[in-house]
Structures are given as C-alpha cells and as structure tokens.
C-alpha cells in the first residue's frame, strides 16, 4: 500500500514529501510532487541528504519512507533533526 493511500483516510494525519539538502536543511512539499523535480530545482543532487515523507499526525510529525525517484531514503535522525529545527519539541 502506498504511504499516500494509508494516510488519507485519516482526515487528523497530514502526508507531505520531503527532502533534506546540505544547504537548504528540509525541504517539504506536497505529495503530488516528485522528488526528483523538487531536487533538481535545489540543485546539486550530491547534496541530497535524504529524502522521504513526513506524516503529520496530531501530534510530532514523523519521518519515513523512502524517494523511489532519487533512490534514497529517510534517514535514521531526520525525525529528531526536523523536531529540533522546527523547535516542535518541548
């Protein structure tokens, strides 16, 4: 099942894709988007860190997944890194 098709039937869980940049940090964007168009106007693909979905509950959002279009997945602390930039947890 797909992430979008396990999230929308959830009407409190928002589903957004996502990439981390060396330079630019997070990058969130709609789903409907591709990974690859969203990396390709970042530039520099070699500074992908990782890329993904974030599942935005009602509660802290959550990194997971995996780009099948850059052939790379979430990474093991983006969930924490994005709480701690995004000053989401206490």
Known sequence: MSYSRQFES???QIMMKYIRHKEF?????ESGMAHDAIGRLLG????IVS???VLIP???PRCLGHSGT???GAGPTDTED???RASLTG
Request: proline share 8%; no cysteine; charged share 15%.
């Open 51 to 53: 890329a993904g979905f």
């Open 58 to 60: 009602d509660a802290a």
């Open 44 to 47: 520099r693909p070699e500074a």
């Open 10 to 12: 959830n009407p409190v």
């Open 70 to 72: 850059l052939g790379i």
């Open 82 to 84: 994005l709480h701690d």
């Open 25 to 29: 940090g997070f990058v969130l964007f």
